[in-house]
């Protein structure tokens, strides 16, 4: 889920084949303290989010080559999608910045002062609906290190609050999870990915499971973060979304196909090329 840790180390680049969350000896991954995240869900005034480089991303399982050479950059404070046929690598390219997958090639963030937080929001939740876990409960479990069946800590209580109504979740906090519809659990799902406020926010398909309420809730939290200056890496099938949303667009089946502006990347050459089966040259 949200990725709690703050990487406190320099902006250097990684070593080839490291993964950036994996050397937690070399980059002293610290937890965040309860304290000083008691109000993380509320949208800071002003954030700074890192840049990231990746550079020549390699990845192979078995024979198949998963990603070839993947090279682009996110601006700091962008809000960056990537777009693709199903089994092109994003989410697995998602999974080499996350520290998940290993892979050859540079990848480094490059932050503008003290390293931050990442946010994570997967596209899907997998769970056994039977279980009686409320919508509080789940917040718990992700967001706190006091044990779920104990409550809510008082550190994150506020924190938890802000964001399940940011998502228009807050009248539903005593429902169980299992209840809720699949665009319900998708903004719980946005929620946990708030808390602590990151600097950096990773999207898997936020938008897969949300009906048009929840859509409307997704891009008005799209624009504060592209308002607070958080870096948002935004993987996604909707591609009237995207020319609407997203401020670049970098095209991937297994090897980066374009990397441009929404206007010059979503033309009807660049993702036929992009969908073919056998991806082309880049255009």
Not at 95 to 112: A, C, D, F, I, N
Not at 160 to 176: F, H, N, P, T, Y
Not at 202 to 227: C, K, N
Request: proline share 6%; aromatic share 4%; charged share 20%.
């Amino acid at each position: 889920m949200t990725s709690k840790e703050n990487l406190v180390a320099d902006s250097t680049d990684l070593p080839v084949g490291a993964s950036l969350l994996a050397k937690a000896s070399e980059l002293s991954i610290t937890s965040v303290d309860e304290k000083s995240s008691s109000r993380a869900g509320s949208l800071p005034q002003w954030v700074a989010g890192p840049k990231l480089h990746f550079a020549d991303i390699s990845l192979t399982l078995g024979r198949t080559t998963i990603l070839d050479k993947v090279t682009f950059q996110v601006q700091p404070g962008s809000v960056h999608a990537l777009v693709g046929p199903n089994g092109g690598g994003k989410s697995s390219l998602i999974k080499t910045l996350l520290g998940q997958m290993p892979h050859q090639g540079r990848l480094s963030l490059e932050w503008p002062g003290e390293p931050g937080t990442i946010g994570y929001v997967p596209q899907a939740l997998e769970f056994d609906r039977g279980l009686p876990m409320t919508v509080d409960d789940f917040m718990a479990a992700m967001c706190q290190r006091r044990p779920a069946f104990l409550g809510l800590s008082k550190h994150y209580a506020g924190a938890i609050g802000d964001a399940l109504e940011r998502v228009g979740m807050q009248d539903k906090r005593k429902r169980r999870m299992g209840a809720l519809s699949g665009g319900e659990r998708q903004r719980v799902l946005l929620a946990q990915g708030l808390i602590p406020a990151p600097q950096l926010l990773v999207l898997d398909e936020p938008m897969s499971a949300l009906d048009e309420a929840g859509i409307q809730v997704f891009e008005r939290l799209l624009t504060d973060w592209r308002e607070a200056g958080i870096t948002v890496l935004w993987i996604e099938h909707d591609l009237e979304a995207v020319g609407r949303l997203a401020d670049r667009v970098t095209g991937l089946n297994r090897r980066v196909l374009f990397d441009a502006t929404p206007q010059e990347a979503l033309t009807p050459e660049r993702l036929l090329t992009l969908f073919s089966t056998h991806p082309r040259s880049a255009v």
